[in-house]
């Protein structure tokens, strides 16, 4: 059973930065591709961003693109989310993912593992 457990989510203002990690358990965790989504009230979970299982590619929402930076260690097998510019749309509850395969999706069913989430919430 592989279990993901978020941290590092806060309030903050708007402009200012956050850093989002995400420690996994397991022995192949750098078999697979991970990502990050995130859910506001109200509102469907949605694609944030999400790395390969070496880390030599990534991909962005285009509305967090060129604001936040999505990184993982291998050897810690962790993953992060560096969030900066933030505004307060970006108020949401954050999850990490682990993907299905070791390829890069947008869609959460090819995601099989979750973490509880992290609140992010940001003032204007």
């Known amino acids: 059973q592989v279990q993901l457990v978020e941290s590092g989510g806060g309030l903050v203002q708007a402009g200012g930065s956050l850093r989002l990690s995400c420690a996994a358990s397991?022995?192949?965790?750098?078999?697979?591709?991970m990502g990050w989504f995130r859910q506001a009230p109200g509102k469907e979970r949605e694609f944030v961003a999400a790395?390969?299982?070496?880390?030599?590619?990534?991909y962005y929402a285009d509305s967090v693109k060129s604001r936040f930076t999505i990184s993982r260690d291998n050897a810690k097998n962790t993953v992060y989310l560096q969030m900066n510019s933030l505004k307060p749309e970006d108020t949401a509850v954050y999850y990490c993912?682990?993907?299905?395969?070791?390829?890069?999706?947008?869609?959460?069913?090819?995601?099989?593992?979750w973490g509880q989430g992290t609140q992010v919430t940001v003032s204007s």
């Open positions: 993912a682990r993907g299905v395969g070791p390829y890069i999706s947008q869609t959460p069913l090819e995601y099989d593992y």
């Open positions: 397991g022995r192949t965790f750098s078999s697979y591709a």
């Open positions: 790395i390969s299982r070496s880390g030599s590619s990534a």
